[in-house]
């Protein structure tokens, strides 16, 4: 078996160790003669694996014990709508940050339930450059900020957070959560699907303040409501099993590579190796977005021609690095390097690119 770079968006790469252990343990989970995928949601097995995945986000991400752990369906997607939901009204407002793709999406579901005042527009300079996050202020009267902290599809991070005040800062961390340190009291609430950085597709990790959990109004369905999955530990309905178990998996993995700070010198390694290249390629290659707001996660550029970037994907494709399209919004290339993306896949990457460039 010859496995590929994986490149991809999301579903992305996920530890092969990781893998590995999935592929050992998917017939017969400890010896209990069945696979986890196949026992009750209630099984003591089951709920160990469910409450370690919770610990370790907690121990790695530092989280303190006035925040609560939710496990999820429905994606982050289902999140730009159940926050509204739960926290405002047709009275009520948030600040949102218009920083792309993602954040433009969250933004027209929170529109629809309450006010929203943009405290941030990037769509005049092309989503390709933000403020300094020192520079945002939150209305006093709003019940959250709203970021996105990482666009997966225009490349651009934030580097650092605002201070709020007393407005907690909701963000949607789906494609770069775990790859750096985060200072947990400024958010009261942290979303992520799990599917580049936490594991397979199928839970989104929902981290929410304690006390927030009191705004939420029980007029909700049940399973829109915050406040049922947490009384129930994420166990009200039968949680996507296979999807946490992958992800204590990935969990383990992060832990034993030296936890987050471990995750972000990596990160900051790959990136600046692909920065590097396209910087030092007298413009044959460029990177749209501002230096100060480049993403460590999700490095895009463009060639000369659009032929070219066909061209480029193809070939790279053909030496066994796959998923190197730009997003069809946006086209170009794109080479989303997460934390299980070995520092060789990247020089790998790095070496292809400075070579295509002698060659065409
Ligand atoms: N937010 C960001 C930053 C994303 O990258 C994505 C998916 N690529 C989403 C939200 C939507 O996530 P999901 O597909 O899990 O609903």
Same mark, same amino acid.
């Given at each position: =078996? /010859? ?15 990781? #893998? ?9 989970y $400890? ?17 160990e694996?469910?409450?370690?995945? =919770?610990?370790?986000?907690?121990? #790695? #991400? %530092? ?12 994606? +982050? ?23 792309g793709?993602? !954040?433009?999406k ?13 405290v941030?527009?990037?769509?005049s ?7 300094a996050a020192?520079?945002? %202020?939150?209305n ?9 902290s ?12 605002? @201070?709020?005040?007393?407005v907690?800062?909701f963000?949607? =961390? ?21 599917? $580049? ?5 199928g839970v ?27 009384k ?8 996507p099993?296979f999807?946490?178990?992958a992800? $204590? ?12 700070n ?5 990160a ?6 692909l920065y590097? *290249? ?11 977005? @501002?230096? !100060? ?6 490095? *895009?550029?463009?060639?000369p021609?659009?032929?070219?970037? /066909?061209k ?8 066994? =690095? ?12 794109? +080479?989303?390097?997460?934390? +299980?993306m070995? *520092?060789e896949?990247v ?6 690119m ?7």
């Open positions: =078996m /010859t496995r590929k770079f994986n490149f991809y968006a999301g579903p992305a790469i996920i530890p092969f160790p990781v #893998l590995e252990q999935i592929e050992k343990e998917m017939k017969d $400890k010896g209990i003669g069945l696979s986890l995928i196949e026992t009750s949601h209630r099984s003591k097995e089951y709920e694996v469910h409450n370690a995945a =919770m610990t370790l986000l907690k121990e #790695l #991400l %530092k989280i303190p014990n006035h925040y609560q752990i939710l496990f999820l369906g429905g994606g +982050a997607t289902m999140q730009f709508g159940m926050i509204p939901l739960n926290f405002l009204t047709k009275e009520k407002s948030c600040d949102f940050t218009l920083t793709s993602w !954040a433009e969250a933004y027209k579901d929170a529109k629809k339930i309450g006010k929203v005042n943009v941030f527009d990037g769509k300079d092309k989503y390709m450059k933000l403020p020192a520079t945002l %202020k939150a006093p009267d709003s019940v959250y900020l709203h970021m996105t990482n666009e997966t599809i225009g490349g651009i991070e934030w580097p650092d957070w605002p @201070d709020t005040g007393k907690p800062i963000a949607d =961390m789906s494609s770069d959560i775990m790859s750096r340190p985060l200072p947990i009291e400024k958010f009261g609430l942290i979303y992520a699907g799990a599917q $580049k950085n936490l594991g397979p597709a989104t990790v929902v981290i929410i303040r304690q006390d927030l959990l009191a705004l939420c109004p029980d007029t909700l369905p049940a399973y829109l409501n915050y406040n049922t999955h947490a129930d530990n994420s166990l009200y309905n039968t949680p099993v999807s946490i178990y992800l $204590k998996l990935v969990l383990e993995w992060v832990k034993n590579q030296g936890g987050v471990a995750m972000k010198a990596l900051d390694k790959r990136a600046s190796m590097q *290249v396209i910087d030092e390629s007298n413009g044959y290659y460029s990177c749209p977005v @501002d230096k !100060a707001s480049r993403s460590k996660m999700n490095i *895009v550029w463009r060639l021609s659009e032929e070219k970037e /066909t480029f994907v193809d070939e790279a494709k053909k030496l066994g =690095m796959l998923g190197l399209k730009g997003h069809k919004s946006v086209g170009g290339c794109r +080479a989303s390097i997460y934390n +299980a070995p *520092v896949g020089m790998a990457l790095a070496d292809f400075k070579d295509f460039q002698k060659k065409n």
